[in-house]
C-alpha cells in the first residue's frame, strides 16, 4: 500500500497544467513557445498573467494535495509526508505525460512547503519577492526562495523533513534550473519589466 501510495503522489505531481491550460484555452502546445517549459512562468510570458496565475495555483495545488492527504492518512509518519511532497515535486519535473519532461518544480515545492511548514512558506515569497524585485529575473528569484526554504527547515522543521523533502526538493529544483543558470553566465536570462 505504502508503494502505491508513493507512485500515487509521483503521479498527482506529474500532471502538466501548464500543457494542458495551454492546449484546452488557447489550442496551443506550450512547449513551442518562450523557453518551452509548462510551468507558471513561461505560460504567463507567453499566453497572459491570468493563464499563468492559473497555472501557478493549479500546480501549487499539486503540492498541497500530496502533503495534506498524506498527512490525513500517514498521521505523525514525517518521513512519508516529506517524502509525499518532494516525490510531487519530482513527478513534476519529470511527467511521464510529456515523456519524462516537465516543470521546474518551484510552484509544487511551494504548495508542498505551505503545508510542511507554513514559515519556510512565508521565507520562500519574501525572498522570491525581494531578489526577483531586484533583479528582475525569475530564475534568481526562485533560486533565493528555495534556499531560504532549505535553511529556515534546518532550523526549524523535523529532521525528516529537511532530508526526506528540504535537501533533495532543492537539489532537484536546482538541477532543473541548469538551463537557466547557462544563460546567466551568458548574459542572456531574460528579464521581467517593472511597467
Request: charged share 15%.
Given at each position: 500500500m505504502l508503494l502505491l501510495w508513493l507512485f500515487g503522489v509521483f503521479m498527482m505531481g506529474a500532471v502538466p497544467w501548464?500543457?494542458?491550460v495551454a492546449h484546452l484555452r488557447f489550442h496551443t502546445d506550450i512547449r513551442e513557445h518562450g523557453s518551452q517549459n509548462i510551468g507558471a512562468t513561461n505560460v504567463a510570458r507567453t499566453l497572459g498573467i491570468k493563464a499563468g496565475l492559473a497555472v501557478l495555483a493549479l500546480d501549487a495545488l499539486k503540492g498541497v494535495a500530496a502533503v495534506g492527504l498524506a498527512q490525513v492518512f500517514y498521521p505523525h509518519?514525517?518521513?512519508i509526508i516529506g517524502i509525499s511532497g518532494f516525490l510531487a515535486i519530482l513527478g513534476h519535473v519529470f511527467s511521464p505525460f510529456l515523456r519524462f519532461?516537465?516543470?521546474k518544480g518551484i510552484a509544487t515545492g511551494l504548495g508542498g512547503v505551505a503545508m510542511l511548514s507554513p514559515g519556510a512558506a512565508i521565507v520562500a515569497v519574501l525572498a522570491f519577492a525581494l531578489i526577483a524585485g531586484t533583479t528582475r529575473i525569475v530564475s534568481v528569484g526562485s533560486l533565493g526562495g528555495i534556499i531560504g526554504v532549505m535553511v529556515w527547515?534546518?532550523?526549524f522543521a523535523s529532521?525528516?523533513?529537511v532530508w526526506g523533502f528540504a535537501v533533495p526538493a532543492v537539489l532537484l529544483t536546482i538541477w532543473a534550473h541548469r538551463k537557466?543558470?547557462?544563460?546567466?553566465?551568458?548574459g542572456e536570462e531574460p528579464r521581467f519589466s517593472k511597467s
Open positions: 501548464g500543457y494542458i509518519q514525517m518521513w519532461r516537465g516543470g527547515m534546518m532550523f529532521f525528516a523533513y537557466n543558470w547557462g544563460r546567466l553566465i551568458k
